[in-house]
């Protein structure tokens, strides 16, 4: 396993918003974690990229335990957050981006030739500012940014919110050729249909507890993902 969780507890202050998950995510896979706003997902994933220390449990990074570790050492050992909001510097060019994303890796100008082959659009707009992208634009940029670091671990929070469907489902066929390149995604969102049908597996948190997990063709079809998450009749597109 890349990455395993036992029985995590995350707090703010006393608001205790992820009560006791334990889930695990094997190399090579893309694993979904799913779930409505306030379901705690965001805040399972800052635990395990160390930018909310635990309040109880165990997150183990290719066998080592990272308890207490801060942010970048999670990124020095090969894990990268892309966080909601794309977080881009606006007021930075897109290659000043790209390169501040490769910052612990030695061969960051190799790998920027590699990212903008990958990213056309990227290299066309190589000397803008970042904040004058559009808003798929962006996050192709914080994508790019992430696989700047070249990890192993990739976590993705909300990478479809607020775009076009025409760029959701443009985002979802880049996170899908991670898994070509040997990167491991855990793919935090609310786009169930899209998740299942890129995902190996996944899981739905509802209050900071994980109510249902299995493989994603499975959960793509289960009643109570469509009663909860599709509404009345459950339609199925890609969003």
């Known amino acids: 396993m890349l990455l395993q969780v036992k029985n995590l507890r995350c707090s703010y202050g006393s608001l205790e918003v992820v009560h006791g998950i334990s889930l695990h995510v094997c190399a090579g896979e893309i694993v979904g974690l799913l779930g409505a706003n306030g379901a705690g997902k965001s805040s399972l994933l800052k635990s395990i990229i160390g930018l909310l220390p635990p309040r109880q449990g165990d997150i183990f990074i ?6 207490g570790q801060p942010a970048w050492r999670s990124i020095s050992n090969s894990t990268v957050l892309v966080p909601e909001g794309k977080m881009i510097f606006a007021d930075m060019t897109v290659r000043e981006n790209l390169l501040i994303g490769g910052y ?7 790998q920027l030739d590699i990212v ?3 990213f056309p659009r990227l290299r066309e707009r190589i000397h803008q ?23 192993k671990l990739l976590l993705l929070d909300e990478p479809s919110l607020g775009l076009a469907p025409l760029m959701v489902r443009e985002v979802f066929g880049e996170i899908l ?8 995604v855990l793919l935090v969102e609310q786009n169930v249909i899209g998740t299942l049908q890129i995902a190996d597996r996944a899981y739905v ?4 507890e994980i109510i249902l997990e299995g493989e994603a063709a499975d959960l793509l ?3 109570e993902i469509k009663r909860a998450y599709l509404g009345k009749g459950g339609k199925e597109v890609w969003l």
């Open 62 to 67: 290719d066998g080592r335990p990272t308890h």
């Open 104 to 110: 612990h890796n030695p061969d960051r100008n190799l």
């Open 116 to 118: 903008l082959d990958r």
């Open 129 to 151: 500012l970042g904040g004058t992208l559009s808003g798929g634009e962006q996050q192709m940029l914080a994508l790019g940014r992430a696989l700047m670091a070249r990890p």
């Open 177 to 184: 050729k991670m898994k070509d390149l040997g990167m491991t």
């Open 205 to 208: 948190m509802e209050t900071g």
């Open 221 to 223: 079809y289960n009643p």
